[in-house]
């Protein structure tokens, strides 16, 4: 998992209150079960000294400026500023909401924090694997480009006159077919072209190419070769109106399912490889490799971690088990605090990915491992 969406949150110093709910209300038995779950969000928050800013905050946050005023009302639901999820995590500090994204799930246990780091780990746990794609469905004038987050942009090719061959007789039909095929080249190019510039902003890992045979060919064979690697094609999928592309989001579901089960394979292997040489096992292991910026890939099992806790300093290095270790790298004021946080911010601020996994299937020591960049 590819953390950059939270690394701005650490820019921000403490305390935070972190929040984490099943917000899901869609009748008026469950909008009074949401009162009393976020009634005791709050209660939580409140013992355990939240800034009277940040409660303000987060209030303001989950439904409107009014709150659950609007649950007594016959006000849209789809007013909220978060919609069509169950779940909502949200981190105030400042007296400000720094980051909200809702959850494709409900969290198991609700979450009410306040700590020096945001509470992350419930987050990355529900979450889950994320593999940014792009589907593109193709026909011979131009494509429809879609996002994870239902998002589609219409890629129109400029070349559109005498589209189709011929199939009579006479003296211009070898002409015109050979124009025809002109045509579709010029198209593909430009939705080729496109589509792996807007991949390459947003970071795209797999590209579906769907839609008419000949078409999608032509802009697989025009991508460049870093993105000619991750297409996934598909015979399923239409431009047409009203095309039911129920097919075609199974295909994506799977590639997705298949891309994330090769990716914890990938970081197993090279866990277990060499006998470990290549691995960091157990808490002092993984914060060495941290202090030495050596993690590619962070192990985490949250279940066995939990509880543990290490000291921070205010540098990205300045990470240890002890408050006297962390004063001899320098640190004037350690921090103590959860062990999952701090580990998945350094992995944030180091560009390391972040895969939960269970402890039992890779002997992890303390819940935590990592794949490092360069073994010694």
């Known amino acids: 998992m590819e953390l950059s969406s939270l690394r701005g949150l650490y820019a921000t110093p403490g305390p935070w209150a972190s929040v984490c709910l099943d917000v899901s209300y869609d009748t008026p038995q469950a909008r009074d079960a949401l009162k009393i779950r976020w009634k005791v969000v709050m209660r939580a928050l409140d013992e355990n000294g939240v800034d009277a800013r940040n409660r303000n905050a987060l209030e303001e946050e989950v439904i409107s400026p009014d709150t659950f005023r609007r649950l007594d009302t016959q006000v849209e639901m789809d007013e909220r500023p978060h919609r069509g999820l169950p779940g909502l995590a949200l981190f105030a500090a400042g007296g400000e909401v720094r980051y909200a994204e809702a959850l494709p799930g409900v969290p198991r246990d609700e979450v009410a924090e306040v700590a020096a780091l945001p509470h992350v780990t419930p987050l990355v746990v529900l979450r889950g ?30 070349h559109t006159h005498h589209i189709r061959k011929t199939h009579g007789g006479g003296w211009s039909q070898e002409h015109l077919q050979r124009h025809a ?39 697989i064979d025009e991508l460049p070769r870093k993105w000619r690697e991750r297409v996934v094609p598909s015979d399923t999928g239409s431009r047409a109106p009203g095309a039911d592309l129920s097919s075609l989001d199974e295909v994506t579901e799977q590639a997705v399912a298949d891309q994330v089960a090769q990716r914890l394979a990938d970081a197993k292997d090279r866990f277990l490889t060499n006998n470990g040489a290549g691995a960091a096992n157990g808490l002092r292991d993984v914060v060495d490799a941290f202090d030495q910026g050596k993690v590619a890939v962070l192990l985490l099992d949250p279940e066995v971690l939990a509880g543990a806790e290490v000291w921070l300093g205010p540098d990205i290095s300045q990470l240890a088990l002890s408050a006297e270790d962390l004063r001899a790298l320098g640190a004037q004021e350690p921090l103590r605090v959860r062990a999952d946080d701090a580990l998945i911010r350094a ?9 939960v996994v269970s402890s039992a299937s890779l002997s992890l020591t303390d819940g935590v491992g990592a794949v490092v960049r360069y073994p010694g």
């Open 129 to 158: 694997e994320h593999v940014p794609w792009l589907r593109v469905i193709v026909n011979r004038t131009g494509a429809d480009v879609q996002r994870p987050e239902n998002e589609s942009l219409e890629v129109q090719g400029t």
């Open 181 to 219: 095929e002109l045509h579709w080249l010029h198209n593909a190019k430009e939705i080729a072209d496109k589509a792996s510039k807007l991949a390459e902003q947003l970071g795209v890992e797999l590209l579906v190419i769907a839609g008419d045979v000949r078409a999608r060919e032509l802009v």
């Open 347 to 355: 992995a944030a601020l180091t560009d390391a990915e972040v895969l």
